[in-house]
């Protein structure tokens, strides 16, 4: 695969609905080959960002250890995939293979994109590779699970696969053993579905499973099952990709700009920005209820820490003092809680030399002006906590004999400590603060956990102290939304289910108006079209 940083005529762009259909026709495509357009580099780490967000959906409910594709498991994606903004990816592996609405035609263009993109992050180590590839693999199935009869057909003749539904008289010839190996379904739906005759060779997983029918050497494959033979190709392709993306990693990073996102991306935190709180003040004097009913175990810690120390270290502060900064504690506030606690071990002049400007900083008052974000789960998870320290992730950091003297202290019953510690135990730590929450909250579902201000804000909305966000990282809010240069019908902009849409044309527009401003620097930036597998 090579990869230029050539300078080249500059061409303005311009994402037409018409040339997307042909490029992009289908909502399950095979990824065979980069694509071959621009990408701006404000659009590449948002594509990257949002296909990071995606796999990690999957992710999650792939530790929960559901059946991939069972209804429970498409429920928690499906629910998930609402809650992350995602919804057009929903529609993508929902809605069958080639529909030719304009949003779904601009969410198949971002899917490919995105999927390249994503490669070149994941190249570099095995295990970053086989998450990659795991997580790719189950959103092609969730994609090709929603294939009609006819649509599987296009698919496999547009990819050029050569086998074909046996016919009428073909399926009479095998139709006791199709009978028998198709588990699950009435012999009338059986003679509905499309049969196909591969070399078994091709579908082992299912002959292990003894899923098909076999004789002579062939599997006889039903519509729903086919996704074995094509996932196997896929997954071929995918760990081809990879292999050659690997061999042009320096030349991608010779970009700073390019390499600083791929970098960063694994470990990069895809949830809702909780720098500035938009909520209501939460004043201090709360804060001793609040720790009982409302934080995260790693929040609570360092609470009851601080009040029976009168003191914490400095990563602890940071941890939590900018979580308090993020539920809605004011800086006034702050200073006054920090100060009324370390006071009792220390005078005030101290206080005000050694830690005061420390809060200021953290609230970009001082220094370098900088409003520092919150910490989110993979950061504080990543944290290694010593001797006396509180910060970090309980549910890592303590063994399992303290974690369950902590959890039993809370109130948490025998039983429901051995729920949180069945995930616990497996590293599953997020989902273990989540079934935390379900457990202390009484709340019907278990709530994915990425962020302890998230977990404080379901919290909060779950006792009916706020109110629930809109889907999507942002709150919603009024704007006036100007007229978008393009093609397809824009009437459809103001419809409830279309932010997606906008999202989209906004991306086009700033694209198109930024070119002349940076049509040097562009010069420099990834050449998808020089990519070549």
């Not at 895809?270 to 790693?298: F, H, N, W």
């Not at 990282?473 to 906008?502: C, N, Y």
Request: charged content about 30%; some cysteine.
């Amino acid at each position: 695969m090579e990869f230029g940083l050539k300078k080249r005529a500059r061409h303005e762009v311009k994402v037409e609905v018409a040339s997307l259909e042909t490029k992009y026709p289908h909502n399950v495509m095979m990824y065979h080959y980069p694509p071959t357009e621009d990408v701006h580099i404000d659009e590449f780490e948002e594509l990257a960002l949002e296909r990071l967000r995606l796999l990690r959906v999957l992710d999650r409910a792939s530790t929960r250890n559901l059946r991939v594709l069972s209804d429970e498991w498409k429920e928690i994606v499906s629910a998930d995939l609402t809650r992350e903004g995602l919804r057009s990816y929903l529609r993508l592996c929902s809605n069958g293979g080639s529909g030719k609405h304009e949003a779904d035609i601009q969410t198949r263009r971002r899917d490919y994109l995105s999927h390249f993109i994503l490669r070149l992050a994941y190249c570099r180590s095995e295990d970053l590779a086989r998450w990659f590839v795991a997580r790719e693999m189950e959103l092609f199935r969730y994609k090709f699970a929603a294939l009609s009869s006819a649509e599987v057909k296009q698919f496999l003749e547009s990819n050029g696969f050569e086998i074909h539904p046996l016919t009428e008289d073909q399926k009479d010839e095998v139709k006791d053993g199709l009978y028998e190996s198709t588990a699950g379904q009435s012999v009338a739906k059986i003679e509905l579905l499309d049969f196909y005759k591969v070399p078994f060779t091709q579908v082992l997983d299912l002959v292990r499973g003894r899923r098909c029918f076999l004789k002579a050497g062939y599997a006889y494959v039903n519509t729903h099952d086919l996704v074995s033979l094509v996932g196997t190709k896929q997954q071929d392709e995918i760990e081809q990709g990879l292999q050659a993306a690997k061999t042009m990693v320096d030349d991608v990073e010779a970009d700073d700009r390019i390499s600083r996102t791929l970098k960063a991306l694994h470990n990069s935190y895809t949830g809702r920005d909780y720098t500035i709180c938009r909520d209501a003040a939460v004043p201090i004097e709360s804060l001793d209820q609040l720790s009982k009913t409302s934080m995260p175990l790693c929040m609570r810690i360092c609470h009851e820490h601080i009040r029976a120390n009168h003191h914490i270290k400095h990563t602890g502060r940071m941890q939590y003092g900018l979580f308090l900064k993020g539920i809605g504690v004011t800086l006034e506030d702050s200073l006054r809680f920090w100060r009324e606690e370390f006071t009792k071990k220390m005078d005030a002049d101290k206080f005000t030399r050694s830690y005061e400007y420390n809060i200021y900083h953290n609230y970009g008052k001082k220094g370098s002006m900088v409003n520092y974000t919150p910490y989110s789960c993979a950061k504080i998870i990543k944290d290694v906590a010593g001797p006396g320290d509180c910060h970090g992730c309980p549910y890592k950091n303590m063994d399992q004999g303290s974690l369950k003297s902590k959890l039993s202290s809370y109130g948490l019953s025998a039983s429901a400590i051995e729920e949180v510690m069945f995930f616990v135990s497996r590293g599953h730590y997020q989902i273990g603060c989540g079934k935390y929450f379900q457990l202390t909250h009484n709340s019907p579902v278990e709530p994915s956990i990425n962020h302890p201000n998230n977990y404080f804000e379901e919290s909060q909305m779950a006792m009916g102290n706020r109110q629930k966000r809109a889907n999507g990282s942002a709150p919603p809010k009024a704007r006036i939304r100007p007229d978008i240069k393009g093609h397809g019908d824009r009437s459809m902009l103001m419809g409830d289910d279309d932010d997606e849409l906008w999202r989209i044309a906004e991306t086009q527009e700033r694209i198109m108006q930024s070119q002349k401003d940076i049509s040097e620097a562009f010069n420099d930036d990834l050449d998808l079209t020089q990519i070549d597998y």
